[in-house]
Nanobody, 114 residues
Framework: QVQLQESGPGLVKPSQTLSLTCTVA??????????WSWIRQPPGKGLEWMGA???????YYSPSQRGRTSISRDTSKNQFTLQLSSVTPEDTAVYYCADDLGHWGQGTRVTVSE
């Protein structure tokens, strides 16, 4: 069974770049799914899709995040990564990675604060 696990810092200072990694187990990032996505949920708000990377390394970003968001993948490690630049406290959220077959990670909480 495919399992996804997010990892990264729990606390980031404003203006820094947030980097999160999603490790895929029980399947291949190149064959098990076509789209690999990052989604977040700020406190008290709904889920927000941030972007995805597809086979062939094509990337897709939410218009609200384009310019600050970068998604890449490392097929040798079966991982894909989110980078969000110039973070502000409004980027505080639980960040999830997911595939397009309904598999989600458990989420990782990120707080942007001094």
């Amino acid at each position: 069974q495919v399992q996804l696990q997010e990892s990264g810092p729990g606390l980031v200072k404003p203006s820094q770049t947030l980097s999160l990694t999603c490790t895929v187990a029980g399947g291949s990032i190149t064959t098990n799914s076509y789209y690999w996505s990052w989604i977040r949920q700020p406190p008290g708000k709904g889920l927000e899709w941030m972007g995805a990377i597809a086979n062939g390394d094509r990337t897709y970003y939410s218009p609200s995040q384009r310019g600050r968001t970068s998604i890449s993948r490392d097929t040798s490690k079966n991982q894909f990564t989110l980078q969000l630049s110039s973070v502000t406290p409004e980027d505080t959220a639980v960040y999830y990675c997911a595939d397009d077959l309904g598999h989600w990670g458990q989420g990782t909480r990120v707080t942007v604060s001094e």
